[in-house]
């Protein structure tokens, strides 16, 4: 039977094979195929800017964005809006066919580069030529997709750092360079490998440009005690990433009676200065992502869903869910904006008066903001513990959470570590141990939690200190095990970019992607040691030799 779609960008891909039919996050086979043919306009875009480049002239920021944007717009759960595609699509068309017009040479561009029209007709029939398995070669499809995933995460640590004004050219013009090359037949699996690595190297040159933006806007995460309860006004449940979104809605909302709460990836504005003033910030509700149906339900107040997680709503409240920026959901209200911009959040603001209070489901505080800056005012701390042996190992757990029974594996995991272990996190796999009560050690939690899957930068830097103060000439001889669960694209650039500072044996989990063909996993079996999990006892044992 033919494929109605075929995707597998995501660990919880239909048989970790890829879906064909529908897509296990929602997304149907029309929104698939419009996704890939943005994906390949953006690539074509790209090798037309890259072009540019090598004739010497300047690419605006505004096509820097559009390329982030879009990429940003087709990462697992950000936008299911075959409406908003469709308009990205018609956009990008426009910009190319203008970019064209400024080439010197154009010759041997590759079809994505000088296809311009606007025929929406030809959009079906385009996308189920220039999908994922397009690529005939499986080892030449892996490696292209492979960047291409890691690319979409490295976009959108740009577009949140874009968001505060913060812009790396040399981040951008690499995007689109790499981007071009995944539509190049003359580059084989040496060639795209090599290419791999350098999608990590600046991975992490994306990561640092994030983390100056959002320090320099909010000032450094501080360590942080976050209510889960309630209060007794009308709420505003905040989800996603962004956190220049949550900026202007706590201004905008200061003396309207309405409280502001975080959801899943946006639990550690907490842990920003900057959030602190606003006494109507009251606190996190829920967990992680894919619980958003019930809490959702539960909390009673609107919704706003400021990037990619989103689970397609119930009825219930999907009158409720408004989305912004790369975020769409069909039906669902979308609120305007563009880079440097103000939004008007007034239309949630109004709608949230009108509702009651959010049902409690939990009471007490968890704690985190154990970013890089305050781990390193610790930094005596924790190495004296580490010397006299109070902390035998840092186990880093960070990455994605995600709905699949596996990943009941993490709780038991953290569950089962030895008293003398502390977890490093960042991402919502937080959510699989952070209300657990696993105590302290001299006073050091447990679980240091450096914030969203977006503050990974954090990890590699508290490594890279402590192989300074250890005085090792490796990464890997540090007391550091990697066991780390993964979802969606961000989670895919976050391991490129530990690949490049050369951390080894990482272990993934609970499935390794779908998208490694059998040769290029054993090229990052053999290379990098990379290795799925086992059992929690099996893997005890291997990390811990207990």
């Not at 030529?129 to 080892?139: A, F, H, I, K, P």
């Not at 499809?141 to 790396?168: F, P, V």
């Not at 920026?325 to 911009?341: M, N, S, V």
């Amino acid at each position: 039977m033919e494929n109605k779609m075929f995707c597998y960008q995501c660990q919880e891909t239909a048989g970790c094979t890829g879906c064909t039919k529908m897509g296990v996050c929602g997304k149907n086979p029309q929104v698939a195929g419009m996704q890939d043919l943005l994906v390949y306009v953006t690539k074509g875009i790209s090798a037309i800017t890259t072009r540019l480049r090598e004739e010497g002239k300047e690419v605006s920021k505004d096509v820097n964005h559009l390329v982030s944007l879009n990429l940003f717009i087709t990462i697992t759960n950000a936008n299911f809006d075959e409406e908003m595609i469709v308009a990205r699509m018609k956009d990008t068309l426009k910009k190319k066919a203008e970019l064209l017009t400024l080439l010197d040479n154009k010759n041997d561009l590759p079809d994505a580069a000088t296809w311009c029209s606007y025929d929406e007709g030809e959009y079906n029939s385009k996308a189920a030529r220039v999908g994922v398995l397009s690529t005939e070669n499986e080892d030449i499809r892996s490696l292209r997709e492979l960047i291409t995933y890691g690319l979409k995460g490295l976009s959108a640590y740009s577009k949140h750092a874009n968001a505060l004004l913060e812009d790396d050219v040399e981040v951008d013009a690499f995007m689109q360079k790499a981007l071009a090359s995944t539509l190049d037949d003359s580059l084989g699996v040496n060639e795209l490998i090599a290419l791999t690595l350098e999608t990590g190297k600046y991975g992490v040159q994306g990561m640092a440009l994030l983390d100056k933006a959002n320090t320099t806007a909010y000032g450094n995460p501080e360590i942080t005690k976050v209510n889960i309860g309630v209060g007794t006004k009308p709420g505003i449940l905040v989800s996603g990433h962004d956190l220049r979104d949550m900026e202007m809605l706590l201004k905008q909302t200061e003396g309207t009676g309405v409280d502001i709460y975080t959801h899943s990836e946006m639990l550690p504005a907490h842990y920003y200065p900057a959030f602190k003033k606003y006494p109507h910030f009251v606190g996190n509700y829920g967990n992680a992502w894919w619980k958003q149906k019930e809490e959702f339900e539960s909390f009673n107040g609107p919704i706003l869903m400021t990037t990619n997680c989103i689970v397609p709503p119930k009825d219930s409240y999907k009158d409720k869910l408004y989305t912004t920026g790369a975020a769409g959901f069909p039906g669902c209200k979308h609120i305007p904006g563009e880079i440097g911009q103000e939004k008007d959040f007034s239309a949630i603001i109004e709608h949230a008066k009108k509702c009651a209070a959010p049902v409690e489901i939990e009471t007490g505080e968890i704690i985190g903001g154990f970013a890089h800056n305050q781990v390193l005012a610790l930094a005596d701390k924790v190495v004296d513990a580490v010397k006299t042996g109070a902390i035998k190992k840092f186990v880093v757990m960070a990455g994605c959470d995600g709905r699949a029974k596996s990943r009941n594996y993490y709780t038991d995991f953290a569950q089962a570590l030895p008293s003398d272990a502390v977890i490093l996190t960042a991402g919502c796999a937080k959510y699989k141990y952070n209300k657990l009560n696993l105590g302290d050690i001299g006073g050091i939690p447990r679980v240091l939690d450096a914030g969203q899957c977006n503050d990974s930068y954090s990890l590699a830097v508290i490594a890279l200190k402590l192989k300074e103060v250890f005085g090792l000439a490796d990464i890997n001889e540090l007391p550091i095990v990697y066991n780390i669960a993964w979802y969606e694209q961000k989670a895919v650039i976050v391991l490129l970019a530990l690949l490049y500072l050369g951390v080894k044996d990482i272990h993934l989990g609970p499935t390794l992607p779908a998208f490694l063909s059998p040769n290029v996993a054993t090229v990052l079996v053999e290379n990098f040691g990379i290795a799925g999990i086992g059992t929690v006892e099996d893997d005890i044992k291997l990390f811990f030799g207990a």
